[in-house]
């Protein structure tokens, strides 16, 4: 299992978070792409994840949503800006705090035979940057690249 680092800076709009996956860079670009594979592993524990919406190319959308098991919804969409086998740019909005959009780039590289993916998000404000760390962003983070660890493991077994 990897550890998740996430560097915020006090005072900046900005967050970086970088994590090593035991699996090569095609196929954690095809776990953040593929619809069925997403749904997977891009959630909390104890949620559920419906992919509404998947175009993974520069100028298609995406949607998602988290369920828990009291049946509340929570929803994310955005645009993506750029996709490429080694990056992703796109918009990120949390449906359930309107006009807060971030934007995010996803980077992946081969490191030792294993993949070191980088995001960097940048918010339009501090406030609205500390805001989603504030919301138990980290943890939810690393219970997802948890579950994406164990993904990719399935995947690559012979």
């Known amino acids: ?3 998740t680092d996430l560097i915020a800076e006090p005072g900046k709009q900005e967050f970086t978070v970088t994590r090593v996956f ?3 860079p095609e196929l954690v670009f095809k776990a953040h792409t593929d619809p069925a ?3 997977r592993w891009l959630r909390p524990k104890g949620y559920t ?7 993974a190319r520069a100028g298609g959308s ?4 988290h ?3 009291e049946g509340h919804a929570y929803g994310f969409h955005g645009v993506h800006h750029t996709v490429t086998p080694g990056r992703i ?3 990120f909005e949390f449906e359930g705090w309107p006009g807060h959009v971030s934007l995010e780039t996803l980077t992946l590289a081969a490191q030792d035979g294993k ?3 980088t995001v960097h998000a940048v918010y339009q404000s501090v406030a609205d940057r500390d805001g989603m760390i504030a919301s138990d962003m980290e943890e939810g983070m690393s219970e997802s690249f948890s579950l994406l660890d164990a993904l990719l493991k399935e995947l690559q077994l012979p």
Do not use: H, I, Q, Y
Request: hydrophobic fraction near 40%; charge should be neutral; aromatic fraction near 6%.
């Open 89 to 91: 740019d796109r918009t």
């Open 67 to 69: 369920s828990d098991r």
């Open 115 to 117: 993949t070191k993916m």
């Open 22 to 24: 035991d699996a090569p």
């Open 1 to 3: 299992m990897g550890k």
């Open 49 to 55: 994840m419906t992919v509404n919406e998947m175009d």
């Open 62 to 65: 995406w949607r998602f949503v």
């Open 37 to 39: 594979l997403l749904a």
